[in-house]
């Protein structure tokens, strides 16, 4: 089995930003073996789908050691439909990823209801050039990214991507930046907004892995539930990890994403799992997110 990798950056803007609060968190994919991955008060968001119901998310570290998602037990297993695949096509990559995307609509709205958090969709933009966003320039060697401010994930059609038609890396890489919209929804990035700010380089790298981390074990947990439907097999998925441990920290000079081995680590606990009870890497051993 052949893997490719096409880099992602984790950057948070902060120091170009007046005021904590004006935070805007860009993050790609973390390596993968073919695309790739505070207030103390508790703060309230709408839900479109909570017909005038007001519900309140954690504030501050809250939201990332103790949310309420932890707590929603497996996914939902689905069917996307999403088809293959082909190499160099364009068009089956944009169905392919769009599909996945639909799916990640479906699984997490499921999981934030149980939750009793809100939800919203995010955006979805395809692009062939690589193009800035409110969260700054496009980072640097990245397939995509998200950014927490319009929360839109960017992905790209290039052609370094289009070379390799294998699903399940395409679907892991949309399910991990899917991952840092969750992670939006939940408090996490506003807490981690808070807490780089004005932070040393040490603390920021290390608040930047734990982010990147998770964003991996929760794109794992949803590829689990769609496994039987994409598919993959116990084989296909042992050999992604196994690349990932051994390639995965290759692009990241700064370890901003985790060692190779901790994003295995991660990936692992997600799709053994299938919940996002087993990604809390904010309470977890420092050597674990190292």
Known sequence: MAFTLVTGIGTANADA???PQALATAASAGASPSAQSSAA???????????????RVPGGRTAATASPLYRTGTLPQMSCGAGQIRAGSAASYRYFMTRITRCLNLSWKTQFKKAKLPFAQPKLRFVTT???????????????????????????????????PYAPNHAQFMAHEYGHHVQQLMGVMNYYGQSIWRA???????????????????????LRQVSADL????????????????????????????????QAYWMERGFNSGSPSSCNTWTAPSRTVA
């Not at 008060?41 to 519900?55: V, Y």
């Not at 966003?133 to 290039?158: E, H, L, T």
């Open 17 to 19: 930003l007046p005021a």
């Open 41 to 55: 008060q508790s703060s309230t968001a709408q839900s479109p789908a909570a017909a005038g119901a007001t519900l």
């Open 130 to 164: 690589r193009v800035g966003s409110p969260c700054g320039p496009w980072p640097k060697g990245a397939g995509g990214y998200y950014c927490s401010s319009n929360r839109m994930i960017y992905i790209g059609v290039f052609r370094d991507v289009l070379k390799n």
């Open 200 to 222: 040393g380089a040490s603390t920021k790298l290390a608040f930047s892995r734990r982010l990147e981390l998770q964003a991996d074990c929760l794109g794992s947990a949803f």
């Open 231 to 262: 598919p993959v097999d116990q084989e296909q998925w042992d050999s992604m990890v196994e690349w990932v441990s051994e390639n995965g920290q290759k692009n990241w000079a700064k370890n901003d994403h985790g060692r190779g081995r901790s």
